[in-house]
């Protein structure tokens, strides 16, 4: 498939057209209902399949192949992603109706960054094409590893990104609103958006270490891998809402998310001794994934919503209304913040660093 420079200029024009009409959407901070968080799913899940369908009415059935095989994987190791965003959300007890506006920069960060890679894939594998036994390779391991962690959690405390934020970047542990700077005594320190920004962006460029060479396992067109990824990714703030109290209720699916990807290093291996249909690739996994979650729903049956919580955090908070008063704007003249309120009883129990 050779697509031309209209199409990926369409392409990117709507995805642009689709961000600006979800940021126009979500413009005032709030609470993302479960019933609101279902509905966009909708929307994002009908044009992506729309998309495919479009493509492979127009390029044929192998095409439409690759991008639902690719679409699949990506939606699929998303899901992994959104755990962790739950994760680090309780951990910095990021107020609910602040989570969109950090969701939303974190998945136009996820475009940039994804594109990057896939651009790099590209010409790696176009210049070296026993890259892709590499990249098999790599698919094997991290797929034998998230099977021997499948029972672990990302450690946000622990974690080196936020360690080496703390030592350079000075932070107050009080939200103001959904600013990540504020100056204070004339100095700028960050809020705790910043840093629960600053982790979302780097997981998911983790994330995407391992889901770019899955996609390319299963098609070696930069179009698909491209699209695959953006209509996938789109969706993820609708389906983080949907699915971030129901971790608990997933318990197999990192299971499954390994088999995937040590099918498709299977799949690359095979490749000079022989080329496994994407059709049969396809299937092979809707079947893992389909399993993995009905295994899941099925052995958590009669479970509640609830939602996730991280024992030892920081006790973060809301900054109160002379807090919000009393801090200047980094840039421009002050304004009064309104977009998110401050009980008056919330209490500091740690110092700023």
């Not at 210049?127 to 790599?138: C, E, G, H, R, T």
């Amino acid at each position: 498939m050779d697509a031309p420079l209209w199409l990926w200029l369409a392409v990117i024009g709507g995805i642009l057209v689709m961000l600006a009409i979800d940021l126009v959407a979500h413009r005032k901070a709030h609470v993302i209902s479960v019933k609101e968080a279902a509905a966009w799913s909708a929307v994002w899940v009908a044009l992506g399949v729309g998309f495919g369908a479009w493509l492979w009415s127009t390029y044929g059935a192998e095409i439409g192949q690759q991008y639902y095989a690719g679409y699949l994987i990506e939606k699929s190791l998303a899901v992994d992603n959104v755990f962790v965003w739950a994760i680090i959300f309780s951990f910095f007890a990021v107020p609910r109706e602040l989570q969109h506006r950090v969701l939303f920069l974190g998945v136009l960060g996820a475009l940039v960054f994804r594109g990057i890679f896939i651009a790099a894939g590209a010409v790696l594998i176009d210049q070296f094409s026993w890259i892709l036994y590499v990249f098999a390779a790599f698919l094997l391991y991290t797929g034998y590893r998230m099977i021997r962690t499948r029972d672990e959690h990302f450690d946000v405390e622990n974690s080196k990104v936020l360690k080496t934020f703390r030592r350079f970047v000075p932070m107050t542990d009080a939200y103001h609103g959904q600013r990540f700077l504020i100056r204070r005594a004339g100095v700028i320190v960050a809020t705790p958006l910043l840093a629960v920004l600053v982790l979302v962006e780097i997981t998911d460029i983790i994330f995407a270490v391992d889901s770019i060479p899955a996609i390319f396992g299963v098609t070696s067109e930069p179009f698909i891998v491209f699209t695959a990824n953006a209509f996938a990714i789109l969706g993820l703030r609708a389906m983080y809402f949907l699915l971030a109290d129901l971790i608990h209720r997933f318990t197999y699916l990192k299971l499954g998310l390994a088999f995937v990807l040590i099918w498709v290093g299977i799949k690359m291996m095979l490749l000079d001794v022989y080329k496994i249909p994407t059709s049969v690739s396809l299937a092979v996994v809707a079947v893992i994934i389909a399993t993995s979650i009905i295994l899941s729903l099925r052995a958590t049956r009669g479970q509640e919503r609830y939602a996730v919580e991280v024992t030892g955090a920081p006790p973060f908070r809301l900054a109160t209304e002379d807090e919000l008063a009393s801090a200047e704007p980094v840039w421009g003249r002050r304004r009064p913040v309104t977009d998110a309120a401050a009980p008056p009883s919330a209490s500091v129990s740690r110092e700023d660093d």
